[in-house]
């Protein structure tokens, strides 16, 4: 059965504090996708890497990939309260389109 | 630039009852898929159409169905519906041969409850 499996479920921290996020994978993909869900709302994309060692940052976001390992992590440097949010990883199967989504992982930030 | 609309935003439904849901794609994109989020289950795949047929589908009951019309609207279909539905549904849409290297846009969903 293909699993994606996230860790944290849960995070709280301080701003200014820097953590990392991490998405572990059953299947072979070497397509790895991260979003984020504000409450009620959609997902937003955030990152999409496409091979092994990728490497993509967005401000105070930076997530990378390694295929072999079958791991890819979200890294928060100096959180603020607006990086409040739950975020998801997802692997794209190869020869599929359909995403298989990580558990989520909710983090807020305390001022 | 529009994106990926669905309708209705919000909808009570009875057990018993049946319900359609549409999602119109962002324009250009052929690949629509859908997606049922719940607390309990997280987000799971339901089926992906392209071209009006359905490449992949999720491991749900016969209940669920969907279409895709020769416009890339795309509706889904839940019959008979049991409370365990109550959920957001969302679409979501890609350009065909791009979709991996950007992703899928996602709709802001459908929020269905059954009561």
């Known amino acids: 059965e293909l699993k994606v499996e996230q860790n944290p479920l849960f995070l709280s921290m301080q701003e200014g504090k820097n953590y990392t996020i991490y998405c572990n994978y059953s299947t072979t993909s070497d397509r790895l996708y991260w979003y984020r869900q504000d409450p009620g709302k959609s997902l937003e994309s955030l990152f999409v890497l496409l091979s092994n060692g990728a490497v993509k940052q967005e401000g105070r976001l930076m997530a990378s990939l390694d295929t072999k390992a079958r791991l890819s992590t979200l890294h928060i440097t100096a959180a603020v309260h607006d990086l409040s949010a739950t975020y998801f990883c997802?692997?794209?199967?190869?020869?599929?389109?359909?995403?298989?989504f990580g558990t989520g992982t909710r983090l807020k930030v305390l001022a | 630039k529009a994106g990926v609309t669905q309708t209705p935003r919000y909808l009570i439904k009875t057990r018993g009852q049946q319900v359609t849901l549409s999602c119109s794609p962002i324009?250009?994109?052929?690949?629509v898929s859908w997606y049922q989020q719940t607390p309990g289950q997280g987000l799971q795949f339901l089926f992906e159409y392209f071209s009006e047929t359905q490449r992949n589908k999720g491991n749900f009951p016969g209940r669920f169905s969907g279409r895709q019309f020769s416009n890339s609207r795309s509706e889904m279909n839940v019959s008979t519906l049991e409370l365990g539905d109550s959920a957001l549904y969302l679409c979501?849409?890609?350009?065909?041969?791009?979709?991996?290297?950007?992703?899928?846009?996602f709709g802001s969903g459908t929020r269905l409850t059954v009561v």
């Open positions: 997802a692997v794209l199967p190869s020869g599929t389109y359909k995403y298989i």
């Open positions: 324009s250009g994109h052929r690949s």
């Open positions: 979501a849409s890609s350009l065909v041969f791009q979709g991996p290297n950007y992703g899928y846009t």
